[in-house]
T-cell receptor, first 113, second 112 residues
Framework: KQEVTQIPAALSVPEGENLVLNCSFT??????LQWFRQDPGKGLTSLLL?????REQTSGRLNASLDKSSGRSTLYIAASQPGDSATYLC????????????FGTGTLLAVQP | EPEVTQTPSHQVTQMGQEVILRCVPI?????FYWYRQILGQKVEFLVS????????KSEIFDDQFSVERPDGSNFTLKIRSTKLEDSAMYFC??????????FGPGTRLTVT
């Protein structure tokens, strides 16, 4: 059974720092991995999608990498801003007939001004 | 930019009552989903829907739950007889052939 975990559970950094959020999954037979942002009491905003054949994806100050064989993904945020404060979730989708995303536990990020 | 919408944003109901949560997926999307998030817990998959039928459901999605796409735009989740443990945030999501899933803002369901 696929398990997705995220470390750290919470992170506080001063504005301007570069930071890395980690996601690990137990079954490497994934189809893709998606990173989301969730603001308190709000929905999920998709940030990046990485297909299993890809090593990384970039969007603005965000860069996500994927190492499928070791069951890891990282989300790199450059030059963090207070507006980046949110919970960051990773989710994996398996290949085959399944459609569902399996979510990680999330990392609560606070960027201090 | 097109987005998934959900109504209501907050629903309070008494135990044993039926509730219907509504979603309008992005118009050219083909796959539809419901997920839920109990406070402080992970987001969990409930059900996926494609071509007017359920394509996959989790063990959470028992006989108390049903989904429907009554017209070309709405996608609903019905809970027939709510329990206290059904209190959660319910998210609708959709995607087209490309694999990225887009989520709505959620409906907070409170069962008293």
């Amino acid at each position: 059974k696929q398990e997705v975990t995220q470390i750290p559970a919470a992170l506080s950094v001063p504005e301007g720092e570069n930071l890395v959020l980690n996601c690990s999954f137990t079954d490497s037979a994934i189809y893709n991995l998606q990173w989301f942002r969730q603001d308190p009491g709000k929905g999920l905003t998709s940030l990046l999608l990485i297909q299993s054949s890809q090593r990384e994806q970039t969007s603005g100050r965000l860069n996500a990498s994927l190492d499928k064989s070791s069951g890891r993904s990282t989300l790199y945020i450059a030059a963090s801003q207070p507006g980046d404060s949110a919970t960051y979730l990773c989710a994996v989708k398996h290949g085959g007939a399944t459609n569902k995303l399996i979510f990680g536990t999330g990392t609560l990020l606070a960027v201090q001004p | 930019e097109p987005e998934v919408t959900q109504t209501p944003s907050h629903q309070v109901t008494q135990m044993g009552q039926e509730v219907i949560l509504r979603c309008v997926p992005i118009s050219n999307h083909l796959y539809f989903y419901w997920y839920r998030q109990i406070l402080g817990q992970k987001v969990e998959f409930l059900v996926s829907f494609y071509n007017n039928e359920i394509s996959e459901k989790s063990e959470i999605f028992d006989d108390q739950f049903s989904v429907e796409r009554p017209d070309g735009s709405n996608f609903t989740l019905k809970i027939r007889s709510t329990k206290l443990e059904d209190s959660a945030m319910y998210f609708c999501a959709s995607r087209k052939m490309k694999d990225e899933q887009y989520f709505g803002p959620g409906t907070r369901l409170t069962v008293t």
